[in-house]
């Protein structure tokens, strides 16, 4: 007997399911999330807790250069997919570029920040529980900073060599959903980390 | 006609090699091939784990006993807890969803095959590293080799200091890594559900076993978050001097705890829904009825889903939370027991007023309702928390846990191995040998699990290698331990009836059972595309619909 | 529906008879395997082996074992309520609504719900958890909210890995695995107030006649509170597992009478003997390794890490409960723990013969 084809009822030309690289996009943001949200809780239930060591009023400025660099990559990736569903790829390529440029530079100010606190500050994971919980929770968001730069970085190059056209719009668009969540993620960070926290 | 089998090309004259057919197997994207190799999979170490169980049991059939060292025996009860969880149960039940899910959507494949194939290689991979630690565990240290921390490696417990070695880190990337696995293999669940539905078939006609996989893969992704980050901490404070659980630098080992249970909680209902999904089809086809109340039973799954995420610290009642979080605590758990009776009332009344026959899969499922009933209520004596008081930590602990995933998962998952057998092999198994299994099994269970409660009641604790001789405890443990040999020889006759089945089996035809889902309308087992053309459905049971025209339920939907 | 069964009762066919009986028989079969494992329960549980002191949470002899013994009778009650109902109607339907010969082609009616059922077995178990959640919160505060009176004696009890150290602040005592309380009687209240800390990993302090567990955590003070109303000993042991030998933390509580009790203390408190003739012993134990772990008072030894021996022969039991303190045990104590012990934190001392002689010798006098 061969499969079902009900006589009931007409395939419906109305049958439209949502997009499976969204929903997986969005059940990845969600599980990610969870995660986030547990280091962010133990970051809070430590906050004055530390025994000895530096303390975050005494070593922490508040990064605000880098975090607007940060944010506007959300909308420079933003204007590049909407560029790319437009057809317009030097459009994309150049949004594209701004996008690895302004998490670069995240990164890199991250780095900085790590480098004064290390070698100037003598606070590091082991000191105590605020080096600990603060290189931990900051360090697993540039982490998956790091994995998005990676996967734009890779983009980059096949842009360059004309290889991405306006039918991948969907994909990056899936894509841009994980970097937004990444900024959102920050924006979370940052409130605990420099304005409550301190 | 002939019925293609998954592992012949339909055009291949000449037969395959062995490698040829492995190389298929070790590349196979297919969801049905994947689906298999998660069932077996979760059968080797059924055995393995069984085996570390039965270790467990030899050494407490009689108090001062010395069958195994304590060092070896407190690995075996951490090994036994930590396979059957994560490369037993979650891969059957991961394995069981993705053979079904698409078949019985009307959908050719899961929505990313190939992560759905990296995540049974991580998972794969975790158990393999897990049980590496037996041999690799020595670390620099000379101590350590399997994990000896229990399943749910208290913190300090796992601290350098208290856990010299490397036999925790094992434990922590092995799960690490599978746990990656299992969120991949909930993306992919949920997006085929959502996304690859066909035509007709909207979220209220879904089969029910659909339903309950989605809210399942939607709590793997709030529940693997928490293990993840709690064993990252712990990595931090193992391997980067950090501090998350260090009492002596302030840190908590409290913190531990509620992470892990966060996760540790709902996670058996993530095993237990799966299980529930099996009864919710396996019961209406055997009573001859649909299921009593659908929207209910979906309702009732997602309640169960969301109370589920506020009851974790039903598991630290005696840590010391103060009055208030222990009544709150007390009363969710209480309250997560009500959408769950509703449940188990709806399968009654799905029994009710049908005609039951009493197939090897209906009578697991009656084994299932009897038990689970039992070990939901004495999970209601746990909620109370100055019961718990008492029970906690004690065998009667462990009798009820047991009784929860032996009594009820595992009862629910023989019958689906019975139930979709024919679907899987095109074979009918030995119905004498699984009535004998099921017998078997019943009597080894009620005689070890329903005992086991009993020294709970009088002061055994658990996780002890050993007891004081006179303390009323020794005649029970050892009646525990005949019943878990009798369990052990009901699984023998299991698996030897699965091997026979597949070689003298009678052949099984598209629907033995004259069911009423889609997966009945394809061949057994079903050709590699699974439909020759994506169906059109009206109504939850499509074929009923087919196999009765004047009487259609899309009349009644 | 079309498909309704007419219920004409078909004749019972010889083969129905049959089907009926095994049937029966297997009903028959559960029933005396779950009247045997209530036999075995029932034995079990009134056991009267040394009844006295083994642990049973179906016996309590002090307040907080009794408020639990009295909610659980009720949360039985409920439960076991619940599944006779429960019970009786899967059996009912199992039998009923068998499929029978000659049904072969008939499919029954199809019921897919029915909303008046679902609501009343929603109501009525909501009902259930209401009553049973406020019979629990009493309970809950009355047991940790309990107020301190003026007569409790006061103990601290730190847990270590594997054995329980029991300090008395007020009464300036420090001793190790026995813990003496007084018994407490309605005219006289005198309730022993434990704080629970640990020197590494968690324990948990179970005496089930006498309370509930309650955990020790490093880092983390708890309380609990007992209130024996008769005297005796009492056994327990550890209930968290803390390590290798987790099994073999044992607990024995000595509740007194009040004259007994104050003979204890007052022989704790005392100065430690000081019996010339075993000086060998104590040069020996002062300058080999033991002064590093344990303390006797007045003399050089104070190290925390190990029990305190000043009044070790007033103690039972060594290694926390495991064996009866003999010379004979002590010996093999001291110089081969794991014999005892395996993997307890006492290292062997390996002394040589004479010198362990005198060693036990002197630790026999500290009474």
């Known amino acids: 007997m061969s499969a079902i084809t009900n006589p009931l009822s007409e395939t419906s030309a109305a049958w439209k399911l949502p997009y499976r690289g969204k929903v997986g996009m969005a059940c990845l943001i969600f599980a990610e999330s969870a995660i986030f949200t547990i280091f962010v809780v133990a970051y809070l239930f430590y906050i004055g807790k530390s025994l000895s060591g530096p303390s975050p009023k005494e070593v922490l400025t508040v990064p605000v250069f880098i975090t607007i660099c940060l944010l506007s990559s959300s909308i420079t990736i933003h204007l590049a997919v909407r560029a790319l569903r437009n057809a317009k790829t030097r459009l994309f390529g150049i949004w594209w570029f701004l996008t690895l440029a302004l998490g670069t530079i995240f990164l890199a100010g991250t780095g900085r920040e790590w480098h004064k606190l290390i070698y100037q500050d003598g606070l590091t994971i082991s000191t105590n529980l605020f080096g600990t919980t603060y290189y931990s929770l900051v360090g697993l968001h540039a982490s998956h900073v790091t994995v998005g730069l990676i996967i734009i970085a890779i983009v980059m190059a096949f842009t360059s060599l004309g290889r991405v056209t306006p039918k991948y719009s969907e994909r990056l668009e899936v894509f841009s959903l994980y970097w937004h969540f990444v900024d959102v993620v920050w924006v979370v960070v940052f409130t605990v980390v420099y304005v409550v926290g301190r | ?557 | 529906m079309t498909q309704v069964d007419s219920n004409n009762k078909d004749e019972m066919s010889m083969k129905e008879l049959g089907k009926h009986r095994l049937v029966a028989s297997k009903l028959v079969g559960i029933a005396v395997l779950l009247a045997g494992l209530l036999l075995a329960a029932r034995l079990c549980l009134g056991a009267p082996e040394n009844a006295s002191q083994n642990p049973n949470i179906f016996k309590p002899l002090s307040t907080p074992a009794d408020s639990i013994f009295h909610l659980s009778l009720f949360v039985l009650g409920i439960t076991g309520s619940i599944f006779v109902v429960v019970f009786s109607l899967l059996v009912y339907s199992i039998a009923k609504y068998r499929r029978r010969a000659g049904d072969e082609d008939r499919e029954p009616p199809q019921v897919y719900g029915s909303n008046q059922v679902e609501l009343a077995w929603t109501v009525i178990p909501v009902l259930i958890v209401l009553v049973l959640f406020l019979a629990t919160a009493r309970v809950i505060h009355s047991i940790q909210d309990a107020p301190e009176p003026r007569g409790a004696i006061d103990v601290t009890a730190i847990g270590h890995q594997f054995w329980w150290e029991f300090r008395y602040p007020q009464l300036g005592i420090v001793t190790a695995n026995e813990l003496h309380v007084p018994v407490s009687t309605i005219s006289r209240p005198t309730p022993t107030f434990l704080t629970l800390l640990s020197a590494d990993t968690d324990h948990s302090f179970w005496v089930p006649r006498l309370a509930g567990k309650t955990d020790l955590i490093p880092n983390h003070p708890n309380s609990m509170w007992i209130d024996p109303r008769e005297t005796g000993l009492y056994l327990g042991q550890c209930a968290q597992y803390c390590g290798v030998e987790h099994a073999k933390m044992l607990l024995r509580v000595y509740v007194d009478s009040p004259d007994q009790f104050e003979k204890w203390v007052h022989a704790q408190q005392a100065a430690p003997v000081n019996d010339a003739s075993v000086q060998e012993g104590r040069r020996i134990f002062e300058s080999t390794g033991c002064l590093n772990c344990h303390t006797v008072n007045e003399t050089v030894a104070n190290g925390r890490f190990g029990p305190d021996l000043t009044h070790l022969m007033s103690r039972d039991t060594l290694a926390s409960g495991l064996v009866p303190n003999s010379p004979a045990n002590l010996r093999q104590w001291i110089q081969d723990p794991d014999s005892i012990k395996p993997s307890s934190l006492m290292p062997a001392m390996k002394l040589a013969d004479g010198d362990l002689d005198h060693l036990v010798a002197y630790l026999e006098s500290l009474r």
């Not at chain 2, 840190?251 to 099996?278: D, R």
């Not at chain 2, 799954?301 to 009851?311: A, E, K, L, P």
């Open chain 2, 1 to 557: 006609m002939a019925s293609d089998s998954i592992a012949m090309n339909p055009t291949d004259v000449s037969a395959k090699s062995i490698t040829e057919k492995l190389h298929e197997w070790v590349v196979t994207v297919d969801h049905k091939r994947l689906g298999v190799m998660y069932i077996l999979y979760a059968l080797v170490f059924l055995v393995i784990a069984g085996t570390e169980a039965m270790i467990i049991r030899i050494q407490l059939m009689r108090p001062h006993n010395d069958f195994v060292s304590p060092q070896v025996f407190n690995r075996m009860f951490t090994m036994h807890g930590t396979t059957m969880i994560f490369f037993v149960v979650m891969p059957v039940l991961f394995g069981f969803a993705n053979y079904l899910v698409p078949l019985m959507i009307g959908a050719r494949d899961m929505a990313f095959p190939r992560l759905n194939a990296f995540s049974f290689w991580l998972m794969a991979f975790g158990g393999i590293l897990l049980y590496f630690s037996f041999i690799g565990g020595n670390g620099l240290y000379g101590a350590g080799n399997a994990p000896d921390v229990g399943w749910w490696a208290y913190a300090p417990l796992t601290a350098k200091a208290f856990s010299p070695g490397h036999s925790s880190d094992f434990w922590t990337l092995a799960l690490l890594v599978s746990g990656f696995g299992s969120v991949g293999t909930a993306i992919n669940i949920i997006a085929t559900i959502i996304s690859m539905r066909c035509p007709g078939m909207t979220l209220s006609r879904m089969p029910l076993f659909a339903w309950l996989n989605l809210v399942m893969a939607g709590m793997v992704f709030l529940v693997i978050g928490p293990l993840t980050a709690a064993q990252l901490m712990l990595c931090v404070d193992r391997y980067l001097g950090g501090h998350f659980f260090d009492t002596q630098a302030g840190g908590s080992a409290v913190l531990w705890m509620h992470f892990f249970w966060i996760f540790g909680h709902p996670e058996v209902y993530v095993l237990v829904i799966p299980a529930f999904a099996f009864l919710s089809e396996i019961i209406p086809v055997f009573s001859r009825k649909p299921i009593f109340g659908y929207p209910v039973m979906v309702g009732a799954t997602v309640c169960i889903g969301f109370v589920s995420m506020s009851v974790w610290a039903h598991h630290m009642f005696t840590i010391g939370m103060n009055s208030y979080a222990n009544s709150f605590f007390a009363i969710t758990s209480m309250v997560v027991g009500v959408p769950t009776g509703i449940k188990i009332f709806n399968w009654l009344g799905t029994m009710w007023g049908g005609r039951i026959s009493f197939n090897t899969p209906m009578l697991f499922c009656i084994g299932f309702l009897f038990q689970f009933l039992i070990a939901g209520l004495t999970g209601i004596m746990l909620a109370v928390a100055p019961f718990n008081w008492q029970l906690s930590g004690s065998y009667f602990v462990v009798a009820h846990f047991h009784y929860v995933i032996v009594g009820g998962i595992m009862h629910a998952l023989f019958g689906a191995f019975y139930y979709w057998y024919p679907k899987i092999t095109g074979r009918m198994f030995n119905e004498t040998l699984g009535k004998l299994h099921f017998w078997l099994f019943l009597i080894g269970f009620h005689l070890c699990f329903d005992l086991m409660h009993i020294p709970g009641l009088l002061g055994m604790p658990r996780r002890i290698y050993t007891y004081e001789p006179g303390r009323g405890w020794e005649t029970l443990n050892l009646l525990v331990t005949i019943g878990a040999f009798v369990q052990g020889i009901a699984v023998l006759v299991f698996v030897a009836n699965l091997i026979i089945s597949y070689f003298k089996g009678a052949k099984a035809g598209n629907d033995p059972w004259d069911a009423w889902t889609l997966e009945w309308s394809v061949g057994s087992p079903p050709p590699e595309y699974n439909f020759a053309s994506i169906p059109t459905v009206a109504s939850r049971r499509p074929l009923w619909d087919l196999k009765h025209p004047e009487d259609p339920d899309s009349r009644y939907e």
